[in-house]
């Protein structure tokens, strides 16, 4: 398989690639407010000619690639949300929308997505095959791969890839590992309920704050005393919070944090060790303690067939194909991979920052290397599921 695009049309694609994604920086919208974002996605691959296939969304995009020859359907993801953070970056095509950035390049995935499904529309007579196109909305509220899925959008698909930009790598490099890649990203809150009473006399009262204390240092002896140490996992409680003024013992204190896990018996063991030591340590000062849950979703766990793939097409690019490293950070692409085989890799963008920094910014040079990448991938895995199913492959450019 040769490279998808040709030399002599790479400048121009990549200063297309850098105006969209500088349109889209400028101009951020939070999850499932897309609707500017969504309007523009859909009025570039209409101009392109790629057909657009309407599902109950509220936000967000699904278009299709191929398909004229029959053959498997395999799907791209790419997310379009941006997070509430104000931008300090001072990029000249910085966010025009005060408290509400890019910081995490959803702008940058959907770039290229774009430039993927156009380069693909170029041969589209060739595919035998149909490549569907999710622009997924809400990746950062966990909650738009679900919607995709409800919808419908997923029926039919044999396997799906999505990718992530990864500051800490060089450009030219690409992050590929089978198994476990992102976390489950739960999150807790506990509520503390003690006695009230005049700072001078404690012994009257039942102190939330030092209960709360108590159990946010017992929390951390479940991931030590609780969990192998072969296995990754992380309790961070964020946020306390209690009383209203200096000489008063409060009533309440609370508590909010995350776990974050990559096996799923241990992130259960977890949950249920976490509930125990809050209700035992609660007892033992003879206060009252509820935790409420807000599950995440799963860990991201890579199929090992579609990962071979993927590190196939970055050799034959001649990127640099590295095993990537596992992150706590969590990724609802987790959700397609509970139905289908999925892969998700992390493309190198040499970034300033890490996700989630308002001053978060990333080389542009590796805008082309990413559509060259993710669609030459996208046509090996669609030759897979052919194969897998007896079907003719499809033409390799």
């Known amino acids: 398989m040769t490279k998808s695009t040709s030399l002599s049309s790479a400048k121009v694609f990549s200063n297309w690639l850098s105006d969209i994604r500088r349109e889209l920086h400028r101009y951020p919208e939070l999850s499932d407010e897309e609707f500017e974002t969504t309007a523009k996605i859909r009025k570039w691959l209409e101009n392109a000619g790629i057909r657009i296939v309407d599902y109950s969304l509220h936000t967000g995009v699904i278009a299709e690639v191929g398909g004229l020859n029959g053959g498997s359907i395999i799907a791209l993801r790419a997310d379009i949300d941006a997070l509430p953070i104000q931008e300090s970056s001072g990029l000249s095509f910085a966010s025009v929308s005060p408290g509400k950035m890019h910081a995490c390049g959803h702008d940058y995935h959907t770039?290229?997505?774009?430039?993927?499904?156009?380069l693909l529309k170029e041969h589209e007579e060739k595919l035998n095959g149909t490549i569907r196109l999710i622009f997924q909305p809400a990746e950062e509220k966990a909650t738009g791969a679900r919607e995709v899925i409800n919808s419908g959008a997923l029926e039919g698909v044999t396997s799906i890839l999505g990718f992530h930009n990864k500051p800490d790598y060089p450009v030219g490099t690409v992050g590929i590992k089978g198994g476990a890649l992102m976390a489950a990203p739960d999150r807790f809150s506990v509520d503390i309920?003690?006695?009230?009473?005049?700072a001078a006399v404690p012994e009257s009262?039942?102190?939330?704050?030092?209960?709360?204390?108590?159990?946010?240092t017992a929390l951390q002896s479940i991931v030590t005393r609780n969990v192998s140490a072969?296995?990754?996992?992380?309790?961070?409680?964020?946020?306390?919070?209690?009383?209203?003024?200096?000489?008063?013992?409060?009533?309440?204190?609370?508590?909010?944090?995350?776990?974050r896990t990559f096996d799923e018996v241990v992130r259960r063991h977890i949950i249920e060790r976490f509930d125990q030591v809050v209700e035992g340590v609660a007892t033992s000062f003879n206060a009252?303690?509820?935790?409420?849950?807000?599950?995440?979703?799963?860990?991201?766990?890579?199929?090992?067939?579609?990962?071979?793939?993927?590190?196939?097409?970055?050799?034959?690019?001649?990127?640099?194909?590295?095993?990537a490293t596992p992150s706590l950070a969590g990724e609802d692409f987790s959700e397609y991979q509970q139905k289908i085989p999925g892969l998700f890799v992390f493309i190198g963008t040499a970034g300033n920052h890490e996700w989630h920094h308002p001053a978060f910014d990333l080389d542009e040079r590796s805008l082309p290397i990413a559509v060259d990448f993710i669609a030459g991938t996208a046509k090996r895995m669609l030759l897979h599921a052919n194969n897998k199913i007896g079907s003719v492959g499809f033409y390799n450019i």
């Not at 306390?240 to 508590?255: C, E, H, K, M």
């Open 111 to 118: 770039a290229v997505l774009i430039g993927t499904a156009i």
């Open 288 to 323: 009252k303690a509820s935790v409420h849950w807000i599950e995440g979703p799963p860990a991201v766990h890579n199929d090992d067939e579609l990962a071979e793939l993927a590190w196939q097409e970055a050799e034959e690019l001649g990127l640099i194909p590295i095993i």
């Open 205 to 216: 009262g039942i102190d939330p704050i030092n209960v709360a204390s108590h159990i946010v």
């Open 193 to 198: 309920e003690g006695k009230g009473t005049h």
């Open 230 to 259: 072969l296995d990754h996992a992380v309790i961070s409680v964020t946020k306390f919070q209690s009383g209203t003024t200096w000489n008063v013992i409060p009533d309440r204190a609370y508590l909010e944090g995350t776990i």
